[in-house]
């Protein structure tokens, strides 16, 4: 059931800053709230890192990146992508904060949730060493975690790493970065995270790039698994598709054509004779 909470006067105005203070801070506090002072003082300390920060994302073996890692996203440790050292552009060691955790570097689990990740041992990911990914549980002879956990893009967990670049690193490789509207941005552990578009799937990404066609006109431009003879309009084509689809389909560069609509005639107003 969704709860609706409403607010008087400026406690809108000091919600919205306590959300907007998180957002930038993150766990850093330790739980105590800075004052303004040190809020500005922590705020310029973290701009540069965070204005030309490491782009993460979990990559497979073709270079698709299929998932764009955020402040939220789970690491083999347990902890989020936030609770690790995202301010270590220069050494990309981005490792877990919490000085009980073993974790020296980010490593991307595929999780939604209460879902879990196990190993071939049968055991959780939280139950190995999140550095040797050694099982931890007691008699089990599992010296490395192995997931046959199948991602969006067809292949399996071990056929992806956790990437970190930087904005030049990835501009390189024409792959997106911030676009220039979210220059100055300081926001804690985004990661990857540069559009609505990359919260999405590597693979979904890819399906959106492509040009919506109608259904004939897709199957003659993307080769088509049989040729078919359809009509429409009265003609037909050897690949199933007429010329009149392939006019009226959207092109890949040019966006749809416009239908071009014959103009009504205008009416003739004669005079009355006397």
């Not at 490593?107 to 040797?132: E, F, N």
């Not at 040009?211 to 037909?236: N, T, Y």
């Amino acid at each position: 059931m969704a709860v609706h909470m409403q607010f008087s006067g400026d406690a809108q105005k000091h919600v919205q800053a306590y959300l907007d203070y998180y957002n930038i801070v993150g766990n850093d506090d330790n739980g105590q709230v800075m004052s303004e002072a040190e809020f500005e003082a922590y705020k310029k300390k973290v701009q540069k890192a965070r204005e030309n920060r490491l782009y993460v994302a979990w990559r497979n073996s073709k270079g698709m990146d299929c998932k764009m890692v955020g402040p939220s996203s789970s690491c083999f440790c347990g902890h989020r992508y936030r609770d690790h050292n995202f301010d270590n552009v220069k050494t990309k060691e981005v490792h877990c904060k919490d000085k009980k955790c073993a974790c020296r570097l980010f490593s991307y689990v595929p999780i939604y949730g209460s879902a879990d990740l196990k190993c071939l041992c049968k055991h959780s990911y939280m139950q190995h060493d999140p550095r040797t990914k050694k099982c931890k549980t007691a008699k089990c002879t599992c010296s490395k975690f192995i997931s046959n956990h199948s991602c969006s893009c067809g292949q399996r967990y071990p056929e992806h790493t956790t990437v970190f670049e930087s904005r030049e690193e990835r501009q390189k490789q024409g792959r997106a970065v911030d676009p220039p509207h979210m220059k100055g941005n300081l926001a804690a552990g985004m990661g990857g995270v540069t559009d609505f578009a990359s919260l999405a799937d590597g693979a979904e990404r890819e399906e959106m790039m492509r040009p919506m066609l109608p259904g004939a006109a897709h199957r003659a431009i993307e080769g088509g698994k049989e040729e078919q003879k359809e009509k429409v309009g009265g003609a037909a084509s050897e690949s199933g598709t007429s010329a009149f689809e392939l006019f009226m389909a959207p092109h890949q560069y040019g966006g749809t054509v416009k239908k071009i609509m014959p103009k009504p005639a205008k009416k003739m107003v004669g005079k009355r004779g006397g």
